[in-house]
């Protein structure tokens, strides 16, 4: 008898930075997961026959009307989550984008209430706690988290 595989999900997160260093955060609506926090802007899942890079790029379009380059794009962090009371195992992808054309605009306004910048030091408190301490992980070098929770 063959045992079936472990399945994980995996999902990316652009930290997308302008010119001045700010860190661009949407605030969440109506999507059933932490509705009015602030969470990066531009992260979704990676779909399938389209690699986590690709993912980044048609997220930045789809969602913010931006576009990116794959050369513009450098893995930061890694976050394996396990033991959620969901029960979806993930893999998350943080990727620093700090090339981008285009001004970012909100394209999905049903869960998209906000976009703005953030100094990367002034995080607004009510930021989605696991994706703020991604960010100073990512910021202070550190490439791998595990969180069991």
């Known amino acids: 008898m063959r045992k079936e595989h472990f399945k994980l999900y995996a999902a990316i997160f652009p930290m997308i930075f302008?010119?001045?260093?700010?860190?661009?955060?949407?605030?969440?609506?109506?999507?059933?997961?932490?509705?009015?926090?602030?969470?990066?802007?531009?992260?979704?899942?990676?779909?399938?026959?389209?690699?986590?890079?690709?993912?980044?790029?048609?997220?930045?379009?789809?969602?913010?009307?931006?576009?990116?380059?794959?050369?513009?794009l450098e893995l930061v962090h890694t976050v394996h989550r396990v033991g959620q009371a969901d029960d979806f195992p993930y893999l998350y992808l943080y990727f620093s984008v700090k090339q981008f054309r285009g001004q970012p605009q909100i394209m999905e306004s049903r869960k998209n209430a906000e976009l703005a910048w953030f100094a990367i030091d002034q995080l607004p408190p009510k930021m989605i706690p696991d994706r703020k301490i991604a960010v100073q992980k990512a910021m202070s070098g550190q490439a791998y988290d595990e969180w069991r929770t």
């Open 18 to 72: 302008n010119s001045e260093g700010q860190i661009l955060l949407h605030r969440r609506q109506n999507t059933g997961y932490m509705d009015g926090y602030w969470d990066l802007a531009g992260t979704g899942h990676i779909d399938a026959g389209e690699t986590a890079r690709e993912a980044v790029l048609r997220e930045c379009r789809e969602e913010l009307a931006i576009e990116v380059s794959l050369e513009d």
